[in-house]
C-alpha cells in the first residue's frame, strides 16, 4: 500500500492509525517515496516539547527547488507550472511552463548572488500577486537565502518592523501593483519603511504599472534588465534538512508580530503530502487557491505545495469583485479550474451579489472546493455547495495555522463524509488533544476544550525569529508536553472536530489574524486617547469585526467625535494597514477592569457582540460601574 495517495475512508483510517502507531516509518515511507534527496536523513525525529526542539529528517540533505521545479524537467518540461491570471480580464493570461519557471528561477537566483545575497541572509519579499512574487520565493529557496514575504497591504511601519526584526539585508519590491481599478504605490511604502532600517543595502525593483517613482541610487535597480543578463542555469545550494527556508510573520496577542521560522525538509514533505490528498490533485489539474502568497496559504498551497506535486498552479493578481462579483467564476470558467480553493469571508461576500453572477458561468470543471482561514458558518457551507459545486463538489474544511505550515484538520474528498462547519478529521500524523481548563486531556467525543497537538508534525515553525523564549511561552506553556493552538474546538459524537474560534486576544477579521495588542498601540498613539481595548463582534460578511472601546484623555464638551474615529482610523492604517481598521469606536468613561488592573475583555466582547444576558458576576470588579454606563452607550 501506497500512504501517499489516500482514496477512500477505510484506507484513510489504515494511514491514520499508522501514523500514530509508528509515526517515523510512516513519514519516513512518505519521504522516501515522493522526493529528490541528495542525501537521506541520518534520524526521523528527534522531539522534547519541554525545551521545545523538534527535529525531521535530520542529516539529510536536499534543495526544495529542486523537487519543485528540476525533477519535473525530464517528464514534464511543457506543462504550466504557475498560471497568471493579471488583475485586468482584458491582459492574456501567461502560461509559465516548468522549463520556464525552472529558467527564471536560475536568472533570478544569479541576480540575488550578483549582489551579493548568500545562503542563511534574509531578504524581505514585498511584492503583490504577479509572477515574480513565486519566482523570487523559490530564488531564495534556490540560494539558502531565508525569504520573508511580506504582505503588500501592509503599511510602511508594519514593514520596517518586519525588515528590521530579521535584519533583512534586501528588499524585492514592484514600482506598484494594481488591485481592482486603483493602483498602489509599493515602492513608495518601501521608501518610506527604509528610511527606518540601516540593515537593508539593497532593493531590487520589479517593473509592474510603469509608474514614475524614485529610484536611490546605490541601493534600488530595476530587475528585469538584470535579469536578462544573469545565467539560466544556477546550482542549486545543499541545504540541511534543518535549514530555515523561510520567515513568515503573524500576530500574536500581545506586541510584535512574531516570526515564524519554517524549515526545509519537513516543510516540503508535509505541504506536498497535504496537497495531494487535501485536494486530490491529478496529472492535469489545473489548481486555484485564491489566497496571497503574502499569507502561509499562498506559501504552503500555491507555491510550495503544489509545485511539489508538478501540478498547474494559478496566480491571481486581482480582487473578487473587479471588474464585477463575476470575477472568480470568470476565472473558473476560463481556465477550467479543477481545485478551488478560498476564504468564508469571500464566499459571503460574494454570496451577497446573487445568483446571476454565478449563473453566467460554466464551473463543470470543478471537482474539489476548499475553505479556510476561519471557521465557515453553515449559510455560507450551504451557499458554496449548492451554487458552486452544485453538490458534486466536497467542500475541504481546511483547519490550519501559520505555525502549522501546512493543513491539520480536513476531511480528504470522496473519503470523508463531509459535516457543515466541521473540519472533520485530522489528517494522517496530526495527533489533536482537548483539554480543560484545568489541563487534563478530554478523552472522551462530545466535549468542548482547548485544541492542542499532541505529537510533532513535519511542517510545525521551529521558532520565533530571534526569540525561542516567546516560541515555549505561546506555544508550549499553556498545557504541558503539548503545542498549543490559541483555538477552542469541539469533538462531535463520531470524532469530528469542529474549531470554535480562538480563545486568546487574537480576532480573526475576513480570515486575517489581527492581534488585539498591536491594534491598541497604535490607537494610544493618538494624543487625545488615554487608553482603549479592544475586541471582536460578529459581522455578516468578515466573520468578525473590530470594535473600539476608547478613553480620551479630555472629555471636555467641543471635541468632534466622527473626526476623532477618522483619526483613529487613520493612525491604525498607517501603523499596520487598512485591514485593521475598527468599524465602531466606543468613546467611554472607563473599561471594566480586574483588582489586578487587566481589562476583561469577555466582558466587552459580550457587550459588543450584543449578547449582555449572561455578563457573569461584574461585582468584583475594580469598577462595576463602568459597565452599566458601557451598556447603555454601545453602538
Ligand atoms: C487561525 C490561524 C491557515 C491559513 C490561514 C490562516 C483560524 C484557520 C480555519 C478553519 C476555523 C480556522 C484559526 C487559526 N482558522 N482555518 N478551517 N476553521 N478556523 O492562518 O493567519 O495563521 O490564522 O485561523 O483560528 O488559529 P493564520
Known sequence: MSNYHIKHLEEYYQVYRKSVREPENFWEEVAEEHFLWYKKWDNVLSWDFKKPEVKWFEGAKLNITVNCIDRHLTTNADKTAILFEPNNPEEAAEH?????????VCQFANVLKDKGVAKGDRVCIYLPMIPELAIATLACARIGAVHSVVFAGFSATALATRINDSDCKMVITSDGSYRGAKTIDLKGIVDEALNECPCVDSVLVVKRINSDINMKAGRD??????????SKDCNPEVMDAEDPLFILYTSGSTGMPKGMVHTTAGYMVYTAYTFKNVFQYKEGDVYWCTADIGWITGHSYIVY?????????????????YPDFGRFWDIVEKHKVNQFYTAPTAIRALAKEGLEVVEKYNLSSLKVLGSVGEPINEEAWHWYNDNIGKKQSPIVDTWWQT?????????????????????????PGIQPALMDEEGQELTKNQVTGRLCIKFPWPSMARTIWGNHQRYKDTYFSAFENKYFTGD???????????????????????????GTAPIEDAVNEHPAVAESAIVGFPHDIKGNALYGYVILKDVGEGRVHDNLRKEINQIITEHIGPIAKLDKIQFTKGLPKTRSGKIMRRILRKIASNDTSNLGDTSTLLNPEVVQDIMDNVL
Open 96 to 104: 509559465i511552463t516548468y522549463k520556464q519557471l525552472h529558467k527564471r
Open 221 to 230: 535597480e530595476w530587475v528585469q534588465p538584470l535579469l536578462e543578463n544573469a
Open 305 to 321: 505545495g503544489p509545485l511539489a506535486n508538478g501540478a498547474t498552479t494559478v496566480m491571481f493578481e486581482g480582487v473578487p469583485s
Open 403 to 427: 505555525e502549522t505550515g501546512g493543513i491539520m484538520i480536513t476531511p480528504i474528498p470522496f473519503a470523508t463524509p463531509t459535516k457543515p462547519t466541521y473540519a472533520t478529521l485530522p489528517f
Open 488 to 514: 477552542g474546538a469541539l469533538r462531535d459524537e463520531v470524532g469530528y472536530y469542529r474549531i470554535t474560534g480562538r480563545v486568546d486576544d487574537v480576532i480573526i477579521v475576513s480570515g486575517h489574524n489581527l
